[in-house]
């Protein structure tokens, strides 16, 4: 079963910043890609950035600039550096890693899941 535990939600204003954090075992940071997604209620869940095993990158249109997802080999951790928060980020974001590259997909596992909240 895979492990996620994450941290880093929040409260903060409009232009602030938040960093989330997502540790697991060694096993699953090494082989699997890994991502940060978000829900809104009544919206469809977006994948907001993915890191692959072998490091490469992508994020959603909406956070480009904004976010930054980086791994950190020695803790077996992925972070979401969000910077320049919109009220329109409020969402509980999970964690999401994947075998696969579609880390929204049937075979994607999630962590609990961490609220953040923009708001003035």
């Known amino acids: 079963q895979v492990q996620l535990v994450e941290s880093g939600g929040g409260l903060v204003q409009p232009g602030g910043s938040l960093r989330l954090s997502c540790a697991t075992s060694?096993?699953?940071?090494?082989?699997?890609?890994m991502g940060w997604s978000r829900q809104v209620p009544g919206k469809q869940r977006e994948l907001v950035a993915g890191i692959t095993s072998g490091g490469r990158i992508n994020y959603a249109d909406s956070v480009k600039g904004r976010f930054t997802i980086s791994r950190d080999n020695a803790k077996n951790t992925v972070y979401l550096q969000m910077n320049s928060l919109k009220p329109e980020d409020t969402a509980v974001y999970h964690c999401?890693?994947?075998?696969?590259?579609?880390?929204?997909?049937?075979?994607?596992?999630w962590g609990q899941g961490t609220q953040v909240t923009v708001s003035s």
């Open positions: 060694r096993s699953i940071f090494s082989m699997y890609n």
């Open positions: 999401v890693v994947s075998r696969y590259s579609d880390l929204l997909g049937a075979f994607a596992s």
